[in-house]
């Protein structure tokens, strides 16, 4: 896949939204899946959300169900993932990395193209 680039990342007080944004430069495989993943210093990182252009599909962590939504438009070659109810806890450097395949998966090491992060800081 092409390169990708993550923005939309910011300082928001607990309880706030933002919304992400991975703009991929060119798709080159018909079947992709997109993932969000996160880092937080002294953590692993860790899956967020995954979309499946195959079945048209996303798939969200525990942790985020009910409060993260990914969306993905392929006309503008954007994957979204929009965060409400943010907790400190969510604070970390959110990454978008997209690779060939059909079925949606949260491990990195399915991943074979990533962005360079973003900054999200949740804090009063």
């Known amino acids: 896949q092409g390169r990708l680039v993550e923005s939309g990342g910011g300082l928001v007080q607990p309880g706030g939204s933002l919304r992400l944004s991975c703009t991929v430069s060119e798709f080159t495989f018909d079947k992709y899946v997109i993932g969000w993943f996160r880092q937080a210093p002294g953590k692993e990182r860790e899956g967020v959300s995954c979309?499946?252009?195959?079945?048209?599909?996303?798939y969200n962590t525990e942790f985020v169900k009910g409060r993260f939504t990914m969306s993905v438009d392929s006309v503008k070659n954007k994957a979204l993932l929009q965060m409400d109810n943010l907790k400190p806890e969510d604070s970390a450097v959110y990454y978008c990395a997209t690779t060939f395949g059909e079925w949606c998966t949260l491990s990195g090491r399915s991943f074979s193209s990533w962005g360079q992060g973003t900054q999200v800081t949740i804090s009063s």
């Open positions: 979309f499946s252009s195959k079945h048209g599909t996303t």
